[in-house]
């Protein structure tokens, strides 16, 4: 399977570069550009949008989307579904990142809606999971966590039956960021779950890394399986964090290095070059 896997990332990001697909977001404004200048450096583009109409609208008219909640504001109450609908209904790839689930009624309602409209990918931590997950009613309580709002200091080891709950939900794939990632999801119809070592921990300094990667992810899902997509986006972000670390010194100098490394990377060199990158999770 692990031929199979590779062939499909290469395919995937052959695609991306050569169409570019636009992948918009209704996304945290603290994190924006750097979502944004992610997306465009692997060879995607992006589109912020806010409105009700604006979502809507994008929604039908994109092969994918990006629906981040870590800012949320009153008009969301309507933007947010309403782009949720659109893009279940037209049958359109979208990754969630549940940034902050519990955290207030407005951003705990918005997340028990997207129950009902099925993210083709689920992109958290490994406290995030776990609760969106429950709010969901798909398992137990999880453990108590320790989080403060968007930093988990939990395992993605404790992560992953409540990742491959959603998923097998959702049937698309989720994926748990962390010092190892763990992704779940449908690889030609069957539950499928690697772990993906690697990446550096002054992404950590950064704000917006793990927005960025659900950036990505949105990109690579438009032209590819929910599942391949989250591996690939994963894959490429941990080679190029690793690069951006050999010749960084700081974490401005490691976010600049990182998008440049994002932007040179090649098909072949991600997904052939190296064999670390990701396992079978057995």
Excluded at 40 to 61: C, F, I, Q, R
Excluded at 141 to 155: D, G, L, M, N, Q
């Amino acid at each position: 399977m692990e031929k199979e896997l590779r062939e499909a990332i290469y395919e995937t990001i052959r695609k991306v570069r050569e169409e570019n697909p636009t992948a918009p977001s209704i996304t945290n404004t603290v994190t924006q550009d750097f979502v944004a200048n992610a997306q465009l450096s692997v060879g995607g583009a992006a589109a912020m949008v806010y409105m009700p109409d604006e979502g809507e609208t994008v929604a039908k008219n994109f092969p994918s989307f990006y629906i981040n909640v870590g800012t949320v504001f009153p008009f969301y109450e309507e933007s947010l579904p309403k782009t949720m609908k659109a893009l279940h209904e037209n049958k359109k790839s979208w990754v969630l990142d549940p940034v902050g689930v519990g955290f207030g009624k407005l951003r705990t309602d918005l997340l028990k809606k997207a129950k009902d409209f099925k993210p083709s990918i689920i992109r958290g931590n490994a406290s995030e999971i776990p609760a969106l997950a429950k709010l969901w009613k798909l398992t137990d309580a999880p453990k108590s966590t320790r989080t403060h709002f968007i930093e988990t200091h939990e395992k993605v080891s404790d992560a992953k039956d409540s990742a491959v709950a959603l998923a097998k939900y959702t049937g698309g794939a989720v994926a748990v960021s962390g010092e190892e990632d763990f992704i779940a999801g449908y690889f030609e119809d069957k539950l499928t779950s690697v772990v993906c070592p690697g990446g550096s921990s002054m992404l950590t300094k950064l704000t917006g890394a793990g927005c960025s990667l659900g950036g990505i992810m949105a990109v690579c899902a438009a032209v590819s399986s929910p599942f391949i997509a989250a591996l690939s986006a994963t894959v490429i972000y941990n080679r190029a964090a690793e690069s951006a670390e050999r010749e960084a010194y700081a974490p401005a100098s490691f976010k600049v290095k990182f998008l440049d490394a994002l932007y040179k990377l090649k098909p072949g060199d991600i997904a052939y070059n190296s064999t670390d990158d990701f396992k079978l999770d057995e």
